[in-house]
């Protein structure tokens, strides 16, 4: 699997290192496979320019890294957080609150939220 980034590492540094050493491709290789061009990548990798939504999942794939890494590396929330928080005006006022509170959880507090929510869901209202 591949290295852990470190909160202090920025992300194009991790993924230089990971195209480097583990996936043992040349910048223009890279690119190709990603479809993108060399330059793009290296503005990528230098932290000038931040992916598209296709193309983190591409990097995902590719540098073997998961999503979730990109995501926090790049602030790059998936879709649809943004979708599930303006559906409608009471999700819109309790996402926020709810994240804010939740902001220090670890990551088995997380997983016990989320079997909370998965709970609630199946009720009746």
């Known amino acids: 699997m591949a290295p852990r980034k470190s909160s202090d590492t920025p992300i194009g ?49 590719l540098y073997d890294l998961p999503e979730a890494e990109l995501r926090s590396g790049w602030s790059r929330a998936d879709t649809i957080v943004g979708q599930v928080a303006t559906q409608d005006a009471v999700t819109a006022e309790k996402v926020p609150e709810l994240l804010r509170k939740a902001r220090k959880l670890s990551s088995n507090q997380w997983d016990d939220l989320i079997a909370f929510a998965n709970k609630l869901s199946r009720k009746k209202s």
């Open 13 to 61: 540094e991790v993924l230089r290192t990971q195209r480097i050493g583990v996936a043992k491709k040349g910048l223009r290789e890279m690119a190709k496979l990603l479809g993108i061009t060399p330059p793009h990548l290296t503005d990528i990798e230098k932290g000038r320019r931040t992916p598209s939504e296709e193309l983190l999942l591409r990097i995902s794939r």
